[in-house]
């Protein structure tokens, strides 16, 4: 009996061990729970900018005096780094506080693997949606941004925790209602990027972390 647990417990250090070198554990839940509060700042911020709502993604936001149609689109674009920056500084910080913790290395060939699998679709993204801004055309932004961010996450999430795909299908999934439902935008972005985080960072920190 004793031979038989001492064999189970080998498999399962083998299996621990080939699971750290193949995945990048050090993802932190508390990461996507910090991103997703900052997503939901920044979509206030937003709600704020585009005067409590009056202003929609529509045919009418271009109609909008040339000074308030400009003074609104630098905002949103100086808003949408600041989100950014702050959400994958945060994430950095806490995943780099797990590393340390359990003692993983932060920096690894599955972290190379991990980034080139979810860089991809953001990059391709992200300069799609540099186009679309300046192209003036900003009612297609948050189904964009969505679906690519989404396409990233379930490409990555073969090297990383199995929650992370299922992160991305929704964000997929939202992305395309947001390209049915235009006017919704803002919505559809504040649940992807703000709700969604919050709640993968909850299931994934009771998970691993608890």
């Not at 045919?59 to 909008?64: D, H």
């Not at 590393?99 to 991809?120: G, V």
């Not at 390209?179 to 985080?197: D, E, K, R, T």
Request: aromatic share 14%; proline share 2%; hydrophobic share 50%.
């Amino acid at each position: 009996m004793t031979n038989q647990h001492d064999h189970f417990k080998d498999i399962q250090d083998i299996k621990s061990m080939m699971e750290k070198s193949s995945k990048f554990l050090s993802l932190s839940g508390l990461s996507g729970i910090s991103a997703g509060v900052i997503a939901l700042i920044g979509a206030a911020v937003a709600f704020f900018l585009l005067d409590y709502g009056s202003i929609k993604y529509d045919e009418n936001f271009y109609l909008l005096p040339p000074h308030q149609y400009e003074h609104t689109m630098i905002s949103l674009f100086l808003l949408g780094l600041i989100v950014l920056v702050s959400a994958l500084g945060s994430g950095f910080y806490f995943s780099w506080r797990k590393a340390k913790k359990q003692n993983l290395p932060i920096i690894n060939r599955t972290t190379y693997l991990l980034l080139n699998s979810l860089l991809i679709p953001l990059i391709t993204g992200g300069i799609l949606c540099i186009i679309i801004f300046f192209r003036h055309d900003v009612n297609r932004l948050a189904s964009i941004t969505l679906i690519f961010y989404g396409l990233g996450l379930v490409s990555a999430s073969k090297y990383t925790l199995s929650e992370i795909q299922y992160l991305g299908i929704s964000e997929i999934i939202l992305g395309l209602l947001a390209a049915i439902f235009i006017n919704y935008g803002l919505i559809f972005w504040a649940l992807g990027f703000g709700v969604l985080h919050i709640v993968y960072g909850i299931i994934a920190y009771i998970r691993h972390e608890k």
